[in-house]
């Protein structure tokens, strides 16, 4: 499966971006997909996760409540709404999908996801 992350820009603290993930190839409804992010000199940290069904979400406690997950199964594609920004959540955002042939669809770490997109930069001014 190929992913095209895209939405990322410039916005106040406090605002609100939209990225979306386009998914092509292979079934991309049989991917668990998420959202991952990466600041200069850290590790890529994991954001919000959805299931293959898009049964179950799960976030980092850092975005609970201001973020939300989603995907859409007829455009195949997956989208992160993402409000109440902070200058904290300034990184450049990945998307990210499992590979069905894991057997589980759930996952916090970069080690359980199999395909990559090219990353969208979002930044947050205080």
């Known amino acids: 499966v190929q992913l095209q992350a895209s939405g990322g820009g410039l916005v106040q603290a406090g605002g609100s971006l939209r990225l979306s993930c386009a998914a092509s190839g292979r079934s991309p409804s049989m991917y668990g997909m998420g959202w991952f992010r990466q600041t200069p000199g850290k590790e890529r940290e994991f954001v919000a996760g959805i299931s293959r069904s898009a049964g179950s979400t799960y976030y980092a406690d850092s975005v609970k409540g201001r973020f939300t997950i989603s995907r859409d199964f007829a455009r195949s594609t997956m989208a992160l709404q993402m409000n109440g920004l902070k200058p904290e959540d300034t990184a450049v955002y990945f998307c990210?999908?499992?590979?069905?042939?894991?057997?589980?669809?759930?996952?916090?770490?970069?080690?359980?996801?199999?395909?990559w997109g090219q990353g969208t930069q979002v930044t947050v001014s205080s």
């Open positions: 990210a999908a499992q590979s069905p042939a894991r057997g589980y669809d759930l996952g916090r770490s970069r080690n359980q996801y199999d395909y």
